[in-house]
């Protein structure tokens, strides 16, 4: 089975930026759709953004669009979400899913989760 795991997390200042990782350990992270997620403090689950297999196709939610980017090296079996022009807003666990068919309600996998704290 795949096992996810991020990392990049911490603590970076109002306008700053992180590149969060997320590698896979399994053999199956090319056939799969990556998405990252995050919950801030005392709310619910959000999505943050997705990317098919190949890399081709990507979307975002409203709230990150032109200031997040999610990648992924197939090669290195990682995907990636560059965030950039942080806000406190976007203080949250941030966790990577994998899933085949992109079932973002329920993902086959999830990472552990990564701390990203943005000071104001």
């Known amino acids: 089975q795949e096992q996810l795991v991020e990392s990049g997390g911490g603590l970076v200042q109002a306008g700053g930026s992180l590149r969060l990782s997320c590698a896979a350990s399994?053999?199956?992270?090319?056939?799969?759709?990556m998405g990252w997620f995050r919950q801030p403090p005392g709310k619910e689950r959000e999505f943050v953004a997705a990317i098919n297999w190949s890399g081709g196709r990507k979307y975002y939610a409203d709230s990150v669009k032109d200031r997040f980017t999610i990648s992924r090296d197939n090669a290195k079996n990682t995907v990636y979400l560059q965030m950039n022009s942080l806000k406190p807003e976007d203080t949250a666990v941030y966790y990577c899913?994998?899933?085949?068919?992109?079932?973002?309600?329920?993902?086959?996998?999830w990472g552990q989760g990564t701390q990203v704290t943005v000071s104001s």
């Open positions: 399994g053999r199956t992270l090319s056939n799969n759709a």
């Open positions: 899913a994998a899933d085949r068919t992109a079932n973002w309600r329920g993902p086959a996998y």
